[in-house]
């Protein structure tokens, strides 16, 4: 039996899967990667325009951060949270670094739930106040709190956390708020969210928890004012503003931050608390965490935070942020991201949907895009699961490893990719749509 059939099956008789009904799953078989490449153990390669769950934001098995983790194992492979880390601080230095001065302190997670789960505990307790606003576009994680401050299908089935309240966030193309422009967009959301506030009383509100860019979401770049306006709904109201840039930090946008992007923050508010993990080492080690304001990190000066997790600031993950945040800076990676978006990826996206009428819109920045898949241009329906189904089949036998969430396609490859390889990816992505068009 081949060393694929044989991963395949172990996979399939033993491992239980995520958000999946577990009969007819048929997962790809991975053995290697590199770069932007991976491969499975016949040797069939896939340029990973997926970035795995978006995150191998510096692509797949970077030496330096590889050999980072290597070294780490040999002296301290694991220690106590309690417990003083060269790692663990040289990582939170290098993170504020990125955030700013407003900053005075990290906690790390195993990843982004977590980290979700643990700003949402500081606002309540800071605040003295309860509930916490998200959008219905938006996913935080699964785990108590954040897969209840999540508004996609995700919470419906675990809504047992108390105090979670959802709005809706601006989305033009598909607009709640009968609006025709961006600004009509970002007025009309931020009157309507100030209402939710008011009748849900400002009084009981600790945070406004929003995605940088809502990702799996749909890749929703607010529209000009929107987060200025919400930062000064939340000053207004006395509530705290939490980013999560679990997916949109590290990179993604062409920036550390999304909230630090020109197009996304002209005005440059600051937010409260940032969460993040993925880009943050792209994974090669779980790890998350949450950036804290300094004011906020001083109200536990005196006061207990009754939070914590065995393993947080893990040394390997601790090494791995270290060893990639270096790497990122030294080999200009972040910049790689935001040139590529400019000058190869965005322009090439606007072309393949000039080409292909199934594209009804083209969204994104830096290496952090979706193609929004409708039957009708001017009725901008969805199209069926059934034709994501068979553009996902007709780009990885071409060669390509999709993202795919409900009626689009994610183009997220890593911050790393390289011009050429986006050209090599947008002939396939033409002809994918080319073959499926054909078939409707
Ligand atoms: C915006 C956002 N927040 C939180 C999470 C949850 O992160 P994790 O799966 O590491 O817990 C995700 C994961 O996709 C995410 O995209």
Redesign the pocket.
Known sequence: MSTNQHTHDLDRAHVFHSWSAQGSLDPLVIAGGKGTEVWDFDGRRYLDFSSQ??NTNIGHAHPKVVEAIREQALVLPTVAPAHANLARGEAARRILAKAGPEFGKVFFTN??????ENAIRMARLTTGRDKVLSTYRS????TGA?VVATGDWRRVPNEYARGHVHFFGPFLYRTEFWATSPEQESERALKHLERIIQVEGPSSIAAILL?GIP??AGVLVPPPGYLAGVRELANHYGILLIL?E???GFGRTGDWFAWQNDVVNPEGVVPDLI?F??GVNSGYVPA?GVIISESIAHAFDDVVFPGGLTYSGHPLAMASIVAALDAMEEEGIVENAATIGRDTLGPGLAALADAHPLIGEVRGLGVFWALDLVTDPETREPVSGVTVGALKKELLARGLLPFVVDNRIHVVPPCTVSAEEVVRALAIYDEAFTAVEATL
């Open positions: 769950l978006v990843g982004g739930a977590d980290a979700n996913y935080h994680g699964n954040a995605e990702g799996t999560d679990v997916m949109s969460t993990a993925k998350g």
